[in-house]
T-cell receptor, first 118, second 117 residues
Framework: AQKITQTQPGMFVQEKEAVTLDCTYD???????LFWYKQPSSGEMIFLIY??????QNATEGRYSLNFQKARKSANLVISASQLGDSAMYFC???????????????FGTGTRLTIIP | NAGVTQTPKFRVLKTGQSMTLLCAQD?????MYWYRQDPGMGLRLIHY???????AKGEVPDGYNVSRLKKQNFLLGLESAAPSQTSVYFC????????????????FGPGTRLTVL
């Protein structure tokens, strides 16, 4: 079974609108972390936001917020007031387990290509 | 700080040739990783290291070897390249989970585009 599922291969959004990128995950661990990364056309991977499984509040970083619904095992990225520079691939990733050896790895989803339309 | 650097940026190999990709980080990170990125498949972990002299297999280790002789460097080797190893390779590094508070995000290098003919 896929551990990280991103069901939207591509999305087109009008500039200045808000956009939600979906991510669902599968784990039996109680302790885990969820990450979102951005990959612009230049290719580098840029860390955007993190949510810990025990965090009570949804994470926010500027225009990025993470809509964390633990019971549904979803961790959707919300970008408010989208800009042309937001056009990129977006990857959801998960780290499972506590700080024990073997739990340093990230599992990535297949990504969503977001295109912002002027 | 240069962050995470990768050498080379591009490489074309013939089937059966060997090569080594070099990753260097100047952030004193304990952990280092090698990923490959293929269209429609996201990033898949090849090998990783939690400290100098230690390495472990990831999701897709076959056909690759790694070494971490120095804390700041992580080498990925292809002994006999195959067309299936055509991909973009990313190196990443992060702090130890025991040392710092979350998120322990991974910092990525710019990638190496490898083509095997």
């Amino acid at each position: 079974a896929q551990k990280i599922t991103q069901t939207q291969p591509g999305m087109f959004v009008q500039e200045k609108e808000a956009v939600t990128l979906d991510c669902t995950y599968d784990t039996s661990d109680q302790s885990y972390g969820l990450f979102w990364y951005k990959q612009p056309s230049s290719g580098e991977m840029i860390f955007l936001i993190y949510q810990g499984s025990y965090d009570e509040q949804n994470a926010t970083e500027g225009r990025y917020s993470l809509n964390f619904q633990k019971a549904r095992k979803s961790a959707n990225l919300v970008i408010s007031a989208s800009q042309l520079g937001d056009s990129a691939m977006y990857f959801c990733a998960m780290r499972e387990g506590r700080t024990n050896f073997g739990n340093e790895k990230l599992t990535f989803g297949t990504g969503t290509r977001l295109t912002i339309i002027p | 700080n240069a962050g995470v650097t990768q050498t080379p940026k591009f490489r074309v190999l013939k089937t059966g040739q060997s090569m080594t990709l070099l990753c260097a980080q100047d952030m004193n990170h304990e952990y280092m990783y090698w990923y490959r990125q293929d269209p429609g498949m996201g990033l898949r972990l090849i090998h990783y290291s939690v400290g100098e002299g230690t390495t472990a297999k990831g999701e897709v280790p076959d056909g690759y070897n790694v070494s971490r002789l120095k804390k700041q460097n992580f080498l990925l080797g292809l002994e006999s390249a195959a067309p299936s190893q055509t991909s973009v390779y990313f190196c990443a590094s992060s702090y130890s989970l025991l040392r710092e508070a979350p998120p322990h995000e991974q910092f990525f290098g710019p990638g190496t585009r490898l083509t095997v003919l």
